[in-house]
């Protein structure tokens, strides 16, 4: 299983990103996703989560600003950032808890895609 993030960049603050996290591999079923941003030095923080269902929680930080989503048939889930903040800055990183068989299920991690948000 992988997870492949895109759409990270460096836009200027109060501008918009869009992230992306599409799924591929042998899956029965994606449940919780979720988004997460480490920055140097800190632990990575949890941004938002989203259920199989659409239900959503967002870290105070992002509430009112950013919007997590999935597609379930594509297997993929975005990330809606809009009037970023230069303290939203930081590799943004996904996570899906899989479903590999109806006995076993494990949690991934994608790679990182980079979010430079200057002042």
């Known amino acids: 299983v992988q997870l492949q993030a895109s759409g990270g960049g460096l836009v200027q603050a109060g501008g918009s990103l869009r992230l992306s996290c599409a799924a591929s591999?042998?899956?029965?079923?994606?449940?919780?996703m979720g988004w997460y941003r480490q920055v140097p030095g800190k632990q990575r923080e949890l941004v938002a989560r989203?259920?199989?269902?659409?239900?959503?929680n967002y870290a105070d930080s992002v509430k009112g600003r950013f919007t997590i989503s999935r597609d379930n048939a594509k297997n993929t889930m975005y990330l809606q950032m809009t009037s970023l903040k230069p303290q939203d800055t930081g590799a943004y990183y996904c996570?899906?808890?899989?479903?590999?068989?109806?006995?076993?299920?494990?949690?991934?991690w994608g790679q990182g895609t980079l979010v430079t948000v200057s002042s």
């Open positions: 996570n899906a808890d899989v479903i590999l068989d109806p006995w076993t299920q494990r949690a991934f």
């Open positions: 989203v259920s199989r269902s659409g239900s959503t």
């Open positions: 591999g042998s899956i029965f079923r994606l449940d919780d």
